[in-house]
């Protein structure tokens, strides 16, 4: 059975940083584009970072500004999130997901999240003083 579970969020203070980890199963996530979403009560799900099954990544946001970086340890089967200088901006539920084996453009980011199929239960990343 394909299964996704993300973990590391918690509440950080602006200007903390996190580091979320996704750790896949059931399947073999090296060949696979894997994303990391966010969602804020009443908005909709965003694209945040994407990386491709070469390994080369995507930034969605331009809120990120270089903060965010994107990474995968296959022979963990894990993939990751690292998360520096957050602001309260950043303060959303945290998903990573699977998609075929590329990501989408940055420009098609609004519809970035209909093509990922498999999703995890999410983590929640709280940014507050």
């Known amino acids: 059975q394909v299964q996704l579970v993300e973990s590391g969020g918690g509440l950080v203070q602006p200007g903390g940083s996190l580091r979320l980890s996704c750790a896949a199963s059931?399947?073999?996530?090296?060949?696979?584009?894997i994303g990391w979403f966010r969602q804020t009560p009443g908005k909709e799900r965003e694209a945040v970072s994407c990386?491709?099954?070469?390994?080369?990544?995507?930034d969605y946001t331009d809120s990120e500004k270089g903060r965010f970086a994107i990474s995968r340890d296959n022979g963990k089967n894990t993939i990751y999130l690292q998360m520096n200088n957050l602001n309260v901006e950043d303060t959303a539920v945290y998903y990573c997901?699977?998609?075929?084996?590329?990501?989408?453009?940055?420009?098609?980011?609004?519809?970035?999240?209909?093509?990922?199929?498999?999703w995890g239960q999410g983590t929640q990343v709280t940014v507050s003083s």
């Open positions: 997901a699977r998609g075929a084996s590329k990501c989408p453009a940055r420009a098609l980011r609004a519809t970035a999240p209909s093509i990922f199929l498999d």
């Open positions: 059931g399947f073999p996530s090296k060949y696979y584009a």
């Open positions: 990386i491709n099954s070469s390994d080369e990544t995507t």
